[in-house]
């Protein structure tokens, strides 16, 4: 075998080399690139699985609970065309299908908060926020539109808000309970009717805002009642005083006299 011939397949071995090597990181990356995307996917699943089960049906509208069980069906469905026997996904999708034939029931308008104590309402509260986080990171990465991303984040901040007041009246029924707090509680409720009045463009809280104004006007009554019994006896206190010092001054003038 000539030294040419040699020196060829010497180049060609390596050529052959560095092309398998080539071939292989490529197939590397692909498959790298397509593990993120499904972590990515399954992440996002999981996250709105949570959401729907923790967030309570008084707070997700028709329209927002479909929109939350529409982005988990195209989440799973993403998933599964990267990897077909994917177990979550496929089980997530058989429980998105039995959601969908149960009727959705909720009254962002109820009188009556799904919670007891300020801690679980902040929770829930937290996850809104987390659910208009992703709704936002998904309109940037190009998952979502900006038209439907925009209607859902006003929904959820309005939904945010609703929370936010009934993490308040809380406070302001606790304080309520004593009268030298009833201050406090005149405060929680105005506070509460601002949050209200501010989100009710389209006249969806009248029900509510009616029951805060009701409790305000009631808070400020007792103030007032207060106020004047307070007044009243700051003036008996004074007359007593008035009536009090004259006795002292004839006492001390009798004794003047009898000594």
Partial sequence: MSPAVIVTLIIVGVVVMVGAAFIAQSVENARKARQRKISIFNERSHKLSSMLTDIPTDYLTADLHQFLV??????CTAILALEARHTYANQQLKQIEQLNQQPHSGDLDSLKAPFNDVITGQGIRVRIKDLVNMIVAMNKDGTLDKATAVKYVNQGKTVFQLISVDITLISARTAEQGDKNIKAAAVHYSSCLKKLTAVNSNNQFNK?????????QQAQEKIKALSSQAAQTDSNDDEWDKYDNNNDNDWQIKQDYES
């Fill in 70 to 75: 529409r982005l988990i069906k195209q989440n």
């Fill in 208 to 216: 509510r805002i009616a029951h805060v104004k009701r409790h305000l």
